[in-house]
Nanobody, 115 residues
Framework: QVQLVESGGGLVQAGGSLRLSCAGSGSIINVMGWYRQAPGKQRELVALISSGSTKYADSVKGRFTISRDNAKNTVYLQMNSLKPEDTAVYYC????????????WGQGTQVTVSS
């Protein structure tokens, strides 16, 4: 079992920055990432990190940076140049790969960008 605790959401003006954190515990985590879900929309991938490799949604490339502190099992999402369309609940995701692949989710943190 993996437990994920998120922090760092909030309200920011367009053009501002926020940093999300997600601390994982309980098991070795192979992949960590962030997804988001805006009202009335499906949950979508924002960014992933695994063994140093990263992947970003096209909509956030050049503005968001994902990083991971392996010693702390913590993943970060630095969000710069925020836009109102970035407003969503952001969810931390962790994937463990053992006998089977397991997905875990954080509780979600609200990010609101005002225009």
């Amino acid at each position: 079992q993996v437990q994920l605790v998120e922090s760092g959401g909030g309200l920011v003006q367009a053009g501002g920055s926020l940093r999300l954190s997600c601390a994982g515990s309980g098991s070795i985590i192979n992949v960590m990432g962030w997804y988001r879900q805006a009202p009335g929309k499906q949950r979508e991938l924002v960014a992933l990190i695994s063994s140093g490799s990263t992947k970003y949604a096209d909509s956030v490339k050049g503005r968001f940076t994902i990083s991971r502190d392996n010693a702390k099992n913590t993943v970060y999402l630095q969000m710069n140049s925020l836009k109102p369309e970035d407003t969503a609940v952001y969810y931390c995701n962790a994937v463990t790969i053992g006998r089977s692949i397991q997905n875990y989710w954080g509780q979600g943190t609200q990010v609101t960008v005002s225009s």
